[in-house]
């Protein structure tokens, strides 16, 4: 017992770092859960025993540095999928994905540059022999060679329109590329010709390696596996053993190799290919990506962003991973600090610590948990589509069932105070409470739509929304609802009101609508974007986000008058989001993400709209500093600004600003990398006030 209790609290430890490190990374929205992030991972490749490196959708790049125990999050600096990578060393690597994407880093991915590939096609394979010399191939049989290190990209003719899935190079000349309906293509000179080689199959390829300029293996569908040992003059087929569909394979020395596929697919040899046998992963979903650096330890990535390890050579495989991956519908915030997410599965995550910890909490169901309302940091309460209602009283630690008097399915629900509160589902379905739940009461909705969304804004006035463009109105607590002109047939989900008059509704289709008058006249707003909202939440009357299908979010500091398109880093459907002031916000949604912002979701290069009424120097964040940080201030007049960083001596050592800056909120990103570790300080000067405040620099994690 005492081990299972250090080893699950090194775990939490765990997570509670990778949190800090992806909210150090961030530039507006971080993971939360699952952890280190949850995009599908497409490919991973290590360096050495330590360094790794691993990519996937919606721009994803990870990096660890101690073998794989932790990950941090890094900024691509692109929202396209990225499919492989290659390193040279720990410093140089190149980053190929959809749309042409190429990416370069020199750095060991502090930055990322993004490279012109002369292509809008989708790039799968990558593979770099040094710093200069190196291969990308992909779509309708696209080949881009570079001998200076991506400088320049010159396409190849490759006497192919297949999709052409990966690359293999062992020198500067010789390499293979293999691709769908069993493509094999070989260059001995560098790629001014290529040669199709006869595969002895017409199943898609999918992953390639080669020890040398003769020994290679290739995997692809319904368990193929072929080997040569004259450089693909001839390919052997090896019996895997299975019919799943492999994708990618890593061998560590010329014995010790390591394939891995759908549902959880993974075969290890120890003679070269002879002889195939099935590891346990233990997962059930689709592996994309393997690297081994010797024949003991490996890394493989899969389609729901997992990260698994072994030390073993594969005899027990470990989760790096952390996290539910339940999808999540639903999230209520009280405060910066307590906050509680619900979703499919009986799912109740809680927090009281602002998201750095999500603790599980039982409800004694697995049913699909579809909205959530909390008043206060105690009393709460969940609905289920089964008709079912959950309340709490001590934050979760203990849920009691309530009767609902219904088996409709409920899908949203608001509280006023600890006693009021509407719940509204499918069919018009509409209940109230004046008691905590302790008795509901069915109302009169006058509609058989399904209703998606609810706010009750105060004890007698309160919106619904819900199907075929469906508003509902009630000044008498429910005694009477009376039914809006949206002005659209789509279907709305969601609902959020700062007060009796001012008021936001999402929907389908990109709906935005908004009122300042109660709802007596909707006006669309537009967004930008013709996908599904999901939910939306304003702090005030001007500050709102709104969430939907493919990861969007949307932001407006002007009152829903103009929209921003902010980056989530994710294209999972996000289904809640929940704001407690203007700039702290969670958003929620599939395969278990939970996203978190402390500035609104503003990036460094983005300023908040915001008009104050003090001259301030913020504290930088994050803080203590090892690469990145953003330094915020604001000013109350137009005037000449300078905002400069000295060292303990009393040195300046980088001027950040020094020019007029308008009247507003500011952020200025500053790069400490380089810097020895210690404390500095920043100063910020207008023509009649200084401020100045401490930064602490530590060494790169």
């Not at 040669?195 to 898609?204: A, E, N, P, V, Y």
Request: net charge negative.
């Amino acid at each position: 017992m005492r081990s299972s209790v250090m080893l699950n609290s090194i775990a939490v430890v765990v997570l509670i770092l990778q949190i800090d490190l992806c909210e150090a990374q961030s530039t507006g929205w971080f993971w939360q859960n699952p952890l280190p992030q949850g995009n599908v991972l497409r490919d991973v490749s290590f360096q050495d025993a330590g360094t790794g490196t691993a990519v996937g959708r919606a721009g994803t790049i990870l990096r660890t540095v101690d073998g794989g125990v932790r990950w941090t999050v890094q900024n691509s600096g692109t929202a396209r999928d990225l499919t492989a990578l290659s390193f040279t060393d720990v410093n140089t690597g190149t980053v190929v994905g959809d749309s042409g994407v190429i990416l370069r880093t020199i750095d060991g991915g502090v930055h990322w540059t993004r490279q012109s590939s002369g292509t809008m096609r989708y790039l799968m394979g990558v593979s770099f022999t040094d710093a200069g010399h190196g291969t990308v191939v992909g779509a309708n049989g696209t080949i881009l060679h570079t001998t200076d290190g991506g400088t320049s990209w010159i396409l190849q003719t490759s006497g192919s329109i297949e999709y052409l899935t990966g690359v293999a190079f062992t020198d500067t000349d010789v390499g293979t590329v293999i691709g769908y309906n069993g493509t094999i293509l070989r260059t001995t000179d560098g790629g001014t010709s290529w040669s199709r080689q006869t595969s002895g199959t017409t199943d898609h390829l999918n992953g390639v390696t080669f020890a040398d300029a003769v020994n290679g293996t290739v995997v692809g569908l319904y368990g193929t596996i072929l080997h040569t040992t004259d450089g693909g003059t001839t390919w052997i087929q090896q019996s895997s053993g299975t019919r799943s569909w492999l994708q990618d394979i890593s061998y560590a020395d010329a014995h010790n190799g390591t394939v891995v596929g759908e549902d959880g697919t993974i075969l290890r040899t120890t003679d070269g290919g002879a002889n195939w046998s099935s590891q346990n992963s233990a997962e059930t979903e689709y592996l994309f990506g393997v690297s081994f650096t010797d024949s003991r330890n490996g890394t493989v990535v899969d389609v729901n962003g997992i990260i698994l390890l072994t030390t073993d050579g594969g005899v027990s495989w470990s989760n790096q991973s952390g996290g539910t991956r339940h999808e999540l519908m639903r999230v209520a915030f009280t405060d910066a600090d307590d906050g509680t997410v619900v979703g499919w599965n009986g799912t109740i995550l809680r927090t009281t610590d602002g998201g750095r910890r999500w603790i599980s909490q039982t409800i004694g169901s697995t049913k699909f948990l579809s909205g959530v309302s909390f008043t206060d940091a105690n009393t709460g309460t969940v609905i289920a589509g089964d008709g079912t209602i959950y309340r709490t009283i001590d934050g979760g630690v203990n849920w009691s069932s309530q009767t609902s008097g219904t088996t409709i399915p409920l899908r949203g629900v608001s509280f006023t105070d600890g006693n009021s509160g509407i719940v509204v589902g499918g069919k018009g379905m509409i209940l109230h409470t004046t008691n905590g739940g302790e008795t509901w009461t069915m109302q009169t909705s006058g509609t058989s739509n399904d209703l998606r969304g609810v706010s009750f804004i105060d004890l007698n006035t309160a919106v619904a929304v819900g199907g075929y463009g469906i508003i509902l109105r009630t000044t008498d607590a429910g005694e009477n609802w009376i039914t809006q002109v949206s002005g659209t047939i789509n279907w709305l989900n969601g609902v959020s009101f700062t007060n009796v008059r001012t008021g936001t509704v999402v929907g389908d289709n990109g709906t935005i609508l908004h009122t300042t008058d109660g709802g007596s006249n909707w006006s669309s707003r537009t967004g930008g974007t013709t996908v599904r909202h999901t939910g939306v939440s304003f702090a005030d009357p001007t500050n709102g986000t709104v969430v939907g299908n493919d990861g969007t979010i949307l932001r407006t500091t002007d009152g829903g008058a103009t929209w921003t398109h902010q980056s989530s880093g994710t294209n999972h459907h996000l289904n809640g989001v929940s704001f407690t002031s203007a700039y702290t916000g969670t958003a929620v949604g599939r395969n278990g993400t939970i996203l978190r912002t402390t500035t609104g979701g503003v990036t460094w290069v983005e300023e908040p709209k915001s008009f104050p009424t003090l001259f301030q120097l913020a504290q930088n964040y994050p803080n203590p500093v090892s690469t990145i940080t953003n330094i915020p201030f604001s000013v109350t007049k137009r005037e000449h600004v300078t905002l400069s960083v000295y060292n303990i001596l009393g040195r300046r050592i980088a001027m950040l600003v020094d020019e007029e800056r308008e009247v507003g909120s500011h952020a200025v990103p500053f790069d400490a990398t380089g810097l020895a570790s210690g404390m500095y300080f920043y100063v910020l000067r207008t023509g009649s006030m200084v401020e100045t405040r401490k930064m602490l620099v530590v060494g790169t994690l």
